[in-house]
């Protein structure tokens, strides 16, 4: 009674004090508040405070502190297993906290916590600059970055976080502090891969670089094409420049093509104009293409409507022999159809595998990455998408370098977790959490532990 008193005290407090709003099971809107991408997420958090301002997450920690409650951090939402909420969390929910301000001059730009990918790529594209973003312009910029962050400009740029340049960070303690290079150096080291498991990132500040023109093109084919599309796409990134980038993917036909028939698409984009784009296609546009949607169309395929049942893996790949293309394709080819469901392969190397290889994120190493991605709306199609999933994952078995990019798979056990860190970088991630967060208190994010 005593402490549901207090807890009830503490709740009236924090709506009280808190700029943004707050809300709790039985509230109206509590159902709408904890909706997140994936519709197969269905988590009752305690508290939802959907903070105003950097003030107002340091009011939510310090209140799930006094009442020993666990944080959970949401920004977009986007994450592939939800972990943007936990069952009887307080979640800091970021949403309202999507400031963008860019420095032409420093050529950085300072972001918010809860800014997405698309309230990024606005503000820049005003300037001219750009920083490497989602593919999905609906996913959150600092999880996305704080994950590592693979897209279109990675290959000619850096991974999302190579060009990060500080954290404004609310730690568990609930103090507001700085990191960067100098200042609290194991945690910015920390920063890159270990995600939202150190604190609540209020903003980031990114670098930027010039790119007047960025051209892209979703080439689609009969799925009997396959083979040929892909080993067409493999040459044109191995023989050209890093600004060439995109993804092999097996869909169900948007419109505008074979619509509701699987297809095979060529993503191709390039960080420049788009007649040296349709040079660098020529041999993709050379095979007989059934449908082709330009710019922005075909970033919008990325996209994914809400209200989807989602989940997602990837494994990391040693290179694209004509073996492996022959099994990506026959799995394409068993994909659920109709369905949003995309079976991507997508090229690494250039700035990804230049660059700084001592942050806790081994998979830049790979050429290519394989990541089946099912959405798909019935729940009765739940167990024909996860087969799917794991088949795709057995498939490529043979070909995989070991290495994970976590923010692309659902929680697959401590094993993978670690691979995805790195074996090595462990212990040394495991000091960082109990140096800056003991208690574990923000614990739904990759679940490191504190040593
Ligand atoms: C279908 C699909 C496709 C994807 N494709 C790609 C891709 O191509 N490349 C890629 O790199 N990633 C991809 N992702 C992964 C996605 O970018 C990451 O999961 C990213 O973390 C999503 O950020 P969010 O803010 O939208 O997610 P949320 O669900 O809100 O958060 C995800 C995690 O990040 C943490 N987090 C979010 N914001 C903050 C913050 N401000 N401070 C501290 N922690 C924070 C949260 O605590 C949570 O643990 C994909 C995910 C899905 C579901």
């Known amino acids: 009674m005593g402490s549901l008193s207090k807890a009830g005290a503490a709740l009236a407090g924090l709506r009280e004090e808190l700029g943004g709003e707050v809300f709790a099971p039985g509230d109206a809107g509590y159902d709408e508040a904890r909706a997140v991408f994936n519709a197969m997420i269905d988590r009752r958090p305690a508290v939802i405070a959907q903070c105003a301002d950097a003030a107002d997450v340091v009011r939510t920690v310090r209140f799930a502190r006094d009442l020993d409650l666990p944080v959970a951090v949401r920004g977009g939402g986007h994450g592939v297993v939800g972990n943007a909420l936990g069952d009887g969390a307080v979640v800091v929910d970021l949403r309202r906290m999507h400031g963008v301000s860019v420095d032409p001059e420093a050529r950085t730009v300072r972001v918010e916590g809860g800014a997405t990918t698309s309230h990024l790529d606005r503000a820049c594209q005003a300037y001219g600059l750009a920083t490497p973003g989602a593919p999905d312009s609906a996913a959150g910029v600092a999880g996305f970055v704080l994950g590592g962050g693979t897209g279109w400009l990675d290959r000619a740029f850096g991974l999302a976080v190579d060009g990060m340049r500080g954290v404004e960070l609310v730690t568990a303690d609930a103090e507001r502090i700085r990191v960067g290079p100098e200042a609290h150096p194991e945690l910015f080291w920390a920063l890159h891969g270990g995600g939202g498991t150190f604190g609540v990132a209020t903003a980031l500040t990114l670098d930027l670089h010039e790119l007047p023109e960025f051209a892209?093109?979703?080439?689609?084919?009969?799925?009997?094409?396959?083979?040929?599309?892909?080993?067409?796409?493999?040459?044109?990134?191995?023989?050209?420049?890093?600004?060439?980038?995109?993804?092999?993917?097996?869909?169900?036909?948007?419109?505008?093509?074979?619509?509701?028939?699987?297809?095979?698409?060529?993503?191709?984009?390039?960080?420049?104009?788009?007649?040296?784009?349709?040079?660098?296609?020529?041999?993709?546009?050379?095979?007989?293409?059934?449908?082709?949607?330009?710019?922005?169309?075909?970033?919008?395929?990325?996209?994914?409507?809400?209200?989807?049942?989602?989940?997602?893996?990837?494994?990391?790949?040693?290179?694209?022999?004509?073996?492996?293309?022959?099994?990506?394709?026959?799995?394409?080819?068993?994909?659920?159809?109709?369905?949003?469901?995309?079976?991507?392969?997508?090229?690494?190397?250039?700035?990804?595998?230049?660059?700084?290889?001592?942050?806790?994120?081994?998979?830049?190493?790979?050429?290519?990455?394989?990541?089946?991605?099912?959405?798909?709306?019935?729940?009765?199609?739940?167990?024909?998408?996860?087969?799917w999933v794991r088949e795709v994952r057995s498939g490529v078995a043979p070909w995989t370098t070991g290495d994970v990019p976590l923010d692309l798979i659902g929680d697959e056990g401590a094993e993978r977790l670690r691979a995805g860190l790195g074996v090595g970088n462990m212990l040394r991630l495991e000091k960082v959490k109990r140096a800056y967060d003991p208690d574990n208190v923000f614990r739904f994010h990759h679940g490191i532990r504190p040593l």
């Open 216 to 387: 892209a093109a979703l080439l689609l084919y009969r799925p009997e094409h396959g083979p040929e599309v892909v080993r067409a796409f493999r040459e044109a990134i191995e023989t050209g420049p890093d600004r060439l980038s995109g993804a092999l993917l097996y869909l169900t036909g948007p419109p505008g093509s074979a619509y509701g028939e699987l297809v095979c698409g060529a993503l191709v984009t390039y960080a420049g104009g788009g007649r040296t784009l349709r040079e660098l296609a020529a041999p993709l546009l050379a095979l007989p293409v059934a449908g082709e949607l330009p710019y922005a169309d075909a970033l919008g395929v990325f996209d994914t409507p809400p209200g989807l049942r989602s989940l997602s893996s990837a494994e990391c790949l040693i290179g694209l022999p004509d073996d492996l293309v022959d099994v990506y394709c026959s799995l394409g080819a068993r994909m659920p159809v109709p369905t949003g469901t995309r079976h991507l392969l997508f090229p690494q190397g250039g700035a990804v595998a230049a660059g700084p290889h001592d942050y806790p994120l081994p998979f830049r190493d790979a050429p290519w990455v394989a990541h089946p991605s099912a959405r798909w709306a019935d729940p009765a199609g739940d167990e024909r998408a996860l087969a």
